[in-house]
């Protein structure tokens, strides 16, 4: 059976950083996108980041040059590092797994907020 597991997320001040782990466990299926996105109270779900089977990086507008996403495909596991955090930033956090062969797996979520 297939696990996403998260960690890190909690609170930070305003202009703060912090890392987001994730990792997927208990499958041998070829792992072709890992990424995240967020969602904030009242608003849709957005994504965040990505990397791409390859290698390619997809950033929202909104973090570009303040977020970077990583991925150790040893590990199955993709990480987020956020830099100058802002406010708006705050909402729960989740990770996604696309495989090649099986349907998208998520993450339980992680709250990360921002204070002002």
């Known amino acids: 059976q297939v696990h996403i597991v998260e960690s890190g997320g909690g609170l930070v001040q305003s202009g703060g950083s912090m890392r987001l782990s994730c990792a997927a466990s208990?499958?041998?299926?070829?792992?072709?996108?890992m990424g995240w996105y967020r969602q904030a109270p009242g608003k849709q779900r957005e994504l965040v980041a990505a990397?791409?089977?390859?290698?390619?990086?997809v950033y929202a507008d909104s973090v570009k040059g303040r977020f970077t996403i990583s991925r150790d495909n040893a590990k199955n596991a993709v990480y987020l590092q956020m830099n100058s955090l802002k406010p708006e930033d705050t909402a729960v956090y989740y990770c996604?797994?696309?495989?090649?062969?099986?349907?998208?797996?998520w993450g339980q979520g992680t709250q990360v907020t921002v204070s002002s």
């Open positions: 990397v791409i089977s390859g290698g390619s990086l």
């Open positions: 208990g499958t041998s299926f070829s792992i072709a996108t």
């Open positions: 996604y797994v696309d495989f090649s062969t099986l349907p998208r797996r």
